[in-house]
């Protein structure tokens, strides 16, 4: 099946400071991608849709300002946690889909713990 | 308002039995649908999916029913293995291009040797 990947795997950052999560499709084109967040024992949550070349559509709450997205290609989108927060602490997960925009191929996840 | 709800929080069952994990949604634009597994710390894994133009597809030990008139779809895992304890997520999705996809809160299953 489909590869996605994200990096880092895990991160810890200080409060204040900036983190960037790279997800990337290794063996398809996303033209489609997505970014998750799952809090402890809840389900996840969409956080934006990512297409590529083009500015991302986030969901109701969701701080585009400070999660900012970008799809420069069609197998690499990035979020990047501006100023983070303790309570930005998360496991982001990113998807991506190609032509078929049915079945989405989830990358591994990052764990973020901000200090 | 929940659009997919899982309303078991969690499952037991013994190795070998029939893993029976339900869902039910709300919004009757859906017409598609998906199950799938995620361990700790890894992203969900897709398993099954199914068209509202059907009411059952069959992969091997796992089988998805859907009753549209209910709203209802269930996964059926038989026979159950202890490498299925995982959380499941049941999806639903609408449109050509999986606008509006929308995640249950999940069932966590557990599988007992």
């Known amino acids: 099946g489909a590869v996605v990947s994200q990096h880092p795997s895990w991160v810890i950052c200080k409060s204040g400071t900036s983190v960037k999560i790279e997800c990337r499709s290794l063996?398809?084109?996303?033209?489609?991608m997505f970014w998750y967040r799952q809090f402890p024992k809840q389900s996840l949550m969409l956080m934006a849709t990512s297409n590529e070349g083009s500015k991302a559509t986030y969901e109701q709450g969701v701080e585009k300002d400070k999660f900012l997205i970008n799809h420069a290609s069609l197998t690499l989108s990035t979020l990047t946690v501006t100023s983070a927060h303790p309570e930005d602490s998360s496991f982001y997960i990113c998807?991506?889909?190609?032509?078929?925009?049915?079945?989405?191929?989830f990358g591994p996840g990052t764990r973020l713990t901000v200090t | 308002d929940q659009q997919v709800k899982q309303n078991s929080p969690s499952l037991s069952v013994q190795e070998g039995r029939i893993s029976i994990l339900n869902c039910d949604y709300t919004n009757s634009m859906f017409d598609y649908f998906l199950w799938y597994k995620k361990y700790p710390a890894e992203g969900p894994t897709f398993l099954i999916s199914?068209?509202?133009?059907?009411d059952k597809n069959e992969d091997g030990r796992f089988t998805v029913f859907l009753n549209k008139s209910a709203k209802h779809l269930s996964l059926h895992i038989v026979p159950s293995q202890p490498g299925d304890s995982a959380v499941y997520f049941c999806?639903?999705?609408?449109?050509?291009?999986?606008?509006?996809?929308?995640f249950g809160p999940g069932t966590r299953l557990s599988v007992l040797p």
């Open positions: 063996d398809f084109q996303a033209t489609t």
């Open positions: 998807s991506a889909t190609n032509y078929r925009a049915y079945e989405q191929y």
């Open positions: 199914i068209s509202s133009i059907k």
């Open positions: 999806a639903a999705s609408e449109g050509n291009y999986g606008q509006n996809f929308v």
